[in-house]
Nanobody, 117 residues
Framework: QVQLVESGGGLVQAGGSLRLSCVLS?????????MGWYRQAPGKQRELVAS???????NYADSVKGRFAISRDNSKNALYLQMNSLNAEDAAVYYC??????????WGQGTQVTVSA
């Protein structure tokens, strides 16, 4: 069974940084065609923040380009999201997702990111 466990969320002041982590509890992340971070703010749809393919191709939402960085450590079966220069619009629940093929079908439980003024 695929279980993705996220950590690293919390409260941060505007302009600050956080690093999110997502660990696959069993198996190897090589099995996934792609992994990514999504977020959902209250009253809004879940949106893609950043993704990375098994071949290393990276994609970012325009709103986070230059501020966020996604990475993966295959040896630790882990996915990371370094978030810098956080602002109020970044506040949301962040989800780690994985796609065996073209659709994200596996999700973590989510981690809350709160940005204070």
């Amino acid at each position: 069974q695929v279980q993705l466990v996220e950590s690293g969320g919390g409260l941060v002041q505007a302009g600050g940084s956080l690093r999110l982590s997502c660990v696959l509890s069993s198996g190897n992340i090589f099995r996934f065609n792609a992994m990514g971070w999504y977020r959902q703010a209250p009253g809004k749809q879940r949106e893609l923040v950043a993704s990375i393919s098994s071949g290393g191709r990276i994609n970012y939402a325009d709103s986070v380009k230059g501020r966020f960085a996604i990475s993966r450590d295959n040896s630790k079966n882990a996915l990371y999201l370094q978030m810098n220069s956080l602002n109020a619009e970044d506040a949301a629940v962040y989800y780690c997702g994985a796609a065996a093929f073209s659709t994200y079908t596996y999700w973590g439980q989510g981690t809350q990111v709160t940005v204070s003024a």
